[in-house]
């Protein structure tokens, strides 16, 4: 499977903005990428997802407020999180999905991701 690595996050104040980089080991032209965050007490959940096509989904939590993007030929995916909020503090991890969907199955398997921490 393609490998992918998270990095980008850091400690930010309420209403900062960050970042966030996923980095594939090769290409995933044909791959949605699913961005999906971990917190204490709180089920990890699908944040944001592009598709191949650039068609992008996101959590209505972060609505408004992060946005996807992708550069297939650096075999990137970006989260830029605008606005952030304490209880968007959590781990975040990328995915990779080769069925290409708005909508994907949550992965079995996950990198390290990285840690965004949202605090004054």
């Known amino acids: 499977q393609v490998q992918l690595v998270e990095s980008g996050g850091g400690l930010v104040q309420p209403g900062g903005s960050l970042r966030l980089s996923c980095a594939a080991s090769r290409s995933i032209r044909g791959y949605a990428i699913g961005w999906y965050r971990q917190a204490p007490g709180i089920q990890r959940e699908l944040v944001a997802v592009?598709?191949?096509?650039?068609?992008?989904n996101y959590a209505d939590s972060v609505k408004g407020r992060f946005t996807c993007s992708r550069d297939n030929t650096k075999n990137m995916v970006y989260l830029q999180m605008n606005s952030l909020k304490p209880e968007d503090t959590a781990v975040y991890y990328c995915n990779a999905d080769p069925t290409n969907s708005l909508n994907p199955r949550l992965p079995n398997s996950w990198g390290q991701g990285t840690q965004v921490t949202v605090s004054v």
């Open positions: 592009i598709t191949s096509a650039g068609r992008t």
